[in-house]
């Protein structure tokens, strides 16, 4: 493959930047390859600076629903721009969009806005612990929250990816105060809520876990986690910086009628700019300062573009019939999928939830870490390694998503299942 211009950058960047990478997972080491270098993309195809094209199942990692360079999102990012990139002072369009937000997620009845998921699930907890006044957080095995220290225990994602437990650098004193225990597991949540509920201020929860590839809750899993938190007076933190506007206009507490206490969201909010945000009950958002005492600011907060983009890609998927159309795309590859795995002996399983996706390489029900973690990483390497050859251009870890967009037609997943049925024949 001719990837000359993508090496010599790589090369650079490996001088310049921590293995020549702004975030693990884009150095592709687990896939056993090199990156390549995205130049730009239209809709849902991209373009390396090789001038390869590929149809892209990753998506900036989740946000760019709408596809990419949509004529809205850009029309309302070039107008913000020309009026000023930021002020740090209070801007219209951050009420907008904190007004859509709580109109559209009813458990948010007031929001924040930061710039990344992180900051918001950082802040999520730190207002959790403020407002209850105890210590200890629960998470789940598999789950990622961004790469607050807390949140560095058994994580999905990159940490994942990179088969590491944690991080050097992370004070035992702080993880002491995360317990962290296996997804969908609810005889071991129940232990650790009966024995030391009252030192827990919040339990933290992808609805759908999406860092470990996709892993659908079990059906009682959040009915049985807000009863119980709620009966101890535990805060119940939905970290939706995936799922929110993905699985559902409302996102998964949407999608499967469950209202946590507090909400992270990141990624579409922001339209593929840098947003996140955290909100929920009037009475725990009123703690956070400069109406109670929780400390948590920033800079940017609330940029003009990063709302402008925000704004636009909510509006856009508020319309009617646009997580139908959604959903038809993504049943169509997931039945394809099936079809072309059907004929052949594979160890695969595939979970969906809507329009985020993962083919986990193994032969075991993917229901949590553990048996997401029993996947055969080297085949999804060379699964990987052949899609892209093929022009397709997957998350490079067997423990992501694949997300599909609107922009996703026909013509986009045939193309797809085409590539995918060559491509799985060539791996048995
Ligand atoms: N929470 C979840 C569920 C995520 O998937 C991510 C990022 N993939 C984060 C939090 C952290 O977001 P960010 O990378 O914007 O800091």
Redesign the pocket.
């Known amino acids: 493959m001719e990837n000359k211009l993508s090496q010599a950058f790589y090369s650079k960047a490996l001088e310049y930047i921590p293995g020549g990478v702004n975030s693990p997972v884009r150095a592709c080491k687990s896939v056993g390859a090199d990156p390549v270098f995205i130049a730009q993309g239209a809709g849902a195809r991209i373009w390396d600076v090789d001038g390869r094209e590929y149809i892209d199942y990753v998506a900036s990692?989740?946000p760019l629903i709408l596809g990419h360079a949509h004529p809205e999102v850009i029309a309302a990012v070039t107008e913000a721009a020309q009026e000023g990139t930021s002020f740090g002072a209070p801007t219209w369009r951050e009420v907008e969009l904190a007004q859509l937000i709580c109109q559209l997620v009813p458990s948010i009845e007031m929001v924040r806005l930061v710039n990344?998921?992180?900051?918001?699930?950082m802040s999520a907890i730190r207002l959790a612990r403020g407002y209850t006044g105890r210590k200890k957080i629960v998470k789940f095995d598999g789950?990622?929250?961004?790469?607050a220290d807390s949140f560095l225990v058994k994580a999905g994602?990159g940490v994942a990816t990179l088969g590491i437990p944690g991080s050097p650098g992370v004070p035992e004193e702080i993880v002491a105060n995360t317990i962290s225990i296996p997804y969908n597991d609810l005889k071991t949540l129940k232990e650790v809520l009966d024995t030391q509920g009252d030192e827990i201020a919040c339990v933290i929860v992808?609805p759908v876990a999406?860092?470990m590839g996709v892993v659908p809750p079990r059906e009682d899993f959040l009915p049985r986690l807000r009863e119980w938190t709620e009966q101890r007076g535990i805060v119940l933190i939905f970290?939706e910086?995936?799922t929110g506007f993905r699985v559902a206009l409302g996102g998964a507490q949407e999608l499967y009628q469950v209202k946590p206490d507090l909400t992270?969201l990141?990624?579409i909010i922001g339209g593929g700019l840098p947003v996140?945000a955290y909100g929920g009950k009037k009475e725990i958002m009123n703690q956070v300062a400069p109406e109670g005492p929780v400390y948590q600011a920033g800079t940017l907060s609330g940029n003009p573009l990063a709302t402008a983009a925000g704004l636009a890609t909510l509006k856009v998927l508020s319309r009617p019939g646009t997580y139908e159309a959604l959903e038809a795309r993504a049943e169509a590859l997931a039945q394809g999928l099936a079809e072309i795995l059907k004929g052949l002996s594979l160890p695969v399983k595939m979970n969906r939830v809507g329009s985020m996706m993962t083919l986990f390489f193994t032969n075991q029900e993917v229901v949590d870490f553990n048996t997401a973690a029993s996947s055969d990483t080297k085949l999804y390497g060379r699964y990987w390694r052949a899609m892209l050859a093929e022009g397709i251009y997957l998350a490079p870890s067997q423990f992501e998503a694949a997300f599909i967009s609107l922009a996703h037609g026909r013509e986009e997943i045939d193309e797809t299942l085409n590539a995918a049925a060559k491509v799985l024949k060539g791996l048995i």
Do not use: L
């Open positions: 990692w989740g990344s998921g992180t900051e918001a699930t789950c990622y929250h961004g790469h994602s992808e999406g860092n970290d910086v995936i992270c990141g990624k996140g």
